[in-house]
């Protein structure tokens, strides 16, 4: 009869290593005790007065749309990494009051729409989102105003529908420069490694992690205890550790291929001060790549400087709108 285990010379190996071996990669991640995350508003209950969902290839996508019979010009505000419809509430109304029509949406994977773990949450992919969305509404152009992650997205929108574009504005701009692979992506694609990656989740991000989190972004002490709802509350809504780990999965191709300088629309950088999630060495590294882009440093402000100071980043952004209609 032929051996049961191959052994290489000189590693001993017995059948119960392995079967312990079996255990720990093939049922110990099923185990794993997920966290005690969850939302203290229903969800249901975190639909805006003017929101509602869109079925975009069989997603749930949530947006919130002001004056969509307005002759004005539409403007398309796009969130930041774990942000949502909520991190604009300093400045949709404004601009809903100047008579824009204003649209504002959650990403796949984030606030209120769909979440899996088997969508494409990579920037190319939801800027398509973003695209599809405008069909939908009927909205041939617009200004995209996009916050750190959602200025890639932005910009990927810029290059992939060039035709669709009035101008853009960046807010505390996240752009991925480098071509770098990122070893540990294709390991989730293993269900096993997945189940474990989600109970990790579900333990790590508490509540007191999410505040411990929005400090580091603000430069002002402003987490109150509605701010902090407002962001957790949308984060830990539907299967949202798996899409978490998905985007994680994806951020590889979330890479700036394509040239900057083939970007020509009005364009406006703005920036805080004291960001120290995107630091001023990171926006000097793309900003004049961009050569119609004009830029702004918004002083005592951080990387949310639209909540941080809504009323000078509305009139800046109102005076760049203004200028190119």
Same mark, same amino acid.
């Given at each position: 009869?032929?051996?049961?285990?191959?052994?290489?010379?000189?590693?001993?190996?017995?059948?119960?290593?392995?079967?312990?071996?079996? &255990?720990?990669?093939?049922?110990?991640?099923?185990?794993?005790?997920?966290?005690?995350?969850?939302?203290?508003?229903?969800?249901?209950?975190?639909?805006?007065?003017?929101?509602?969902?869109?079925?975009?290839?069989?997603?749930? #996508?949530?947006?919130?749309?002001? *004056?969509?019979?307005?002759?004005?010009?539409?403007?398309?505000?796009?969130?930041?990494?774990?942000?949502?419809?909520?991190?604009?509430?300093?400045?949709?109304? &404004?601009?809903?009051?100047?008579?824009?029509?204003?649209?504002?949406?959650?990403? @796949?994977?984030?606030?209120?729409?769909?979440?899996?773990?088997?969508?494409?949450?990579?920037?190319?992919?939801?800027?398509?989102?973003?695209?599809?969305?405008?069909?939908?509404?009927?909205?041939?152009?617009?200004?995209?105003?996009?916050?750190?992650?959602?200025?890639?997205?932005?910009?990927?929108?810029?290059?992939?529908?060039?035709?669709?574009?009035?101008?853009?504005?960046?807010?505390?701009?996240?752009? *991925?420069?480098?071509?770098?692979?990122?070893?540990?992506?294709?390991?989730?694609?293993?269900?096993?490694?997945?189940?474990?990656?989600?109970?990790?989740?579900? !333990?790590?991000?508490?509540?007191?992690?999410?505040? !411990?989190?929005?400090?580091?972004?603000?430069? @002002?002490?402003?987490?109150?205890?509605?701010?902090?709802?407002?962001?957790?509350?949308?984060?830990?809504?539907?299967?949202?550790?798996?899409?978490?780990?998905?985007?994680?999965?994806?951020?590889?191709? *979330?890479?700036?291929? &394509?040239?900057?300088?083939? #970007?020509?629309?009005?364009?406006?950088?703005?920036?805080?001060?004291?960001?120290?999630?995107? @630091?001023?060495?990171?926006?000097?590294?793309? @900003?004049?790549? #961009?050569?119609?882009?004009? &830029? !702004?440093? #918004?002083?005592?402000?951080?990387?949310?400087?639209?909540?941080?100071?809504?009323?000078?980043?509305?009139?800046?952004?109102?005076?760049?709108?203004?200028?190119?209609?």
């Amino acid at each position: 009869m032929g051996k049961l285990w191959f052994r290489p010379p000189g590693l001993a190996v017995s059948p119960c290593a392995v079967l312990v071996l079996l &255990f720990l990669v093939f049922v110990v991640p099923y185990l794993m005790p997920g966290g005690a995350n969850s939302a203290e508003t229903p969800p249901q209950d975190l639909i805006g007065e003017y929101g509602r969902f869109l079925d975009i290839d069989g997603l749930a #996508i949530y947006i919130e749309e002001r *004056n969509p019979e307005s002759p004005r010009e539409a403007i398309v505000f796009l969130h930041g990494f774990g942000g949502s419809t909520f991190s604009w509430r300093e400045n949709v109304p &404004f601009f809903a009051g100047k008579g824009y029509r204003v649209i504002s949406l959650d990403l @796949k994977g984030f606030g209120l729409s769909h979440k899996d773990s088997e969508s494409d949450y990579s920037h190319p992919s939801q800027a398509e989102l973003v695209a599809e969305v405008l069909v939908r509404l009927d909205v041939e152009r617009a200004y995209l105003v996009g916050h750190s992650m959602g200025t890639s997205v932005m910009v990927h929108f810029a290059h992939l529908y060039p035709e669709k574009v009035l101008g853009l504005v960046s807010v505390a701009g996240a752009l *991925n420069l480098d071509d770098r692979p990122v070893y540990p992506a294709a390991l989730l694609r293993f269900n096993l490694l997945r189940r474990a990656g989600e109970a990790f989740f579900t !333990r790590y991000i508490s509540k007191e992690r999410v505040r !411990r989190v929005l400090e580091s972004a603000y430069h @002002k002490d402003m987490v109150t205890a509605e701010t902090l709802d407002g962001y957790y509350d949308r984060i830990v809504t539907g299967r949202w550790a798996g899409s978490l780990l998905a985007m994680t999965r994806d951020m590889h191709k *979330n890479t700036v291929a &394509f040239a900057l300088e083939d #970007i020509v629309f009005p364009t406006m950088i703005l920036w805080g001060e004291h960001d120290t999630w995107v @630091k001023r060495t990171d926006i000097d590294r793309w @900003k004049d790549s #961009i050569l119609a882009a004009e &830029f !702004r440093v #918004i002083p005592e402000t951080g990387h949310m400087l639209m909540e941080e100071s809504p009323e000078l980043l509305n009139d800046m952004v109102l005076a760049f709108l203004e200028s190119h209609t």
